[in-house]
Every structure is written in structure tokens, then in C-alpha cells.
């Protein structure tokens, strides 16, 4: 799936629906310092992970302490920002 807001690179996240684990392949069009954020449709951060320095990175984010629901995430670097609209199910 794309990104609801796509600025400064590219990025993929899946799989969608997710169950225990989301994983994250982006691209920037510069190395730079970045925030991932899980939020639950309240605005509450539920996740947070900082990154020092990248231009490509692919990892995953384990979601299974979370419950079914909807969730947005969002990375946003110095450089550029992603927002993706993500859906958990069990």
C-alpha cells in the first residue's frame, strides 16, 4: 500500500491488513534522522522508535500487543514524511 502522504522519498509498508508484524521498506532522496510513530485513531503515540541516520531502511515493528483496529503511521524525518493509514486484525 502507499502512502497517504509521500513526501522526500519512497515507502512501503506491509502486509495490509497486518497481524503481528508490519513491515517497513523506505526510501529517501537524502541520509537523514527520522521518527517512526504508531498512533490509535485517538491520537495517542502507541509506538515510537527513532532512527539515527539512514537513507534506505527496512525493518519491522511487531504489533501484536496491539489490539484489532486501525491505526495511522507516520515517519517523519528532516528531510520528508510518510503517512500511512494501517489496519490490525487477529
Known amino acids: 500500500m502507499q502512502p497517504v502522504i509521500n513526501t522526500g522519498g519512497h515507502a512501503n509498508f506491509y502486509p495490509v491488513p497486518a497481524r ?5 521498506d523506505l526510501d529517501w532522496n537524502s ?10 485513531m485517538q491520537g495517542q503515540a502507541v ?13 519491522s515493528i511487531d504489533v501484536s500487543d ?5 491505526y495511522i503511521i507516520s515517519i517523519n524525518g528532516t528531510q520528508g514524511k510518510f503517512i500511512e493509514k494501517l489496519t490490525i486484525v487477529r
Open 66 to 70: 496491539l489490539a484489532t483496529g486501525n
Open 20 to 24: 503481528n508484524i508490519v513491515y517497513i
Open 31 to 40: 541520509t537523514q534522522p527520522f521518527n517512526i510513530t504508531l498512533y490509535n
Open 47 to 59: 509506538k515510537q522508535l527513532q532512527v539515527e541516520s539512514a537513507s534506505h531502511y527496512s525493518n
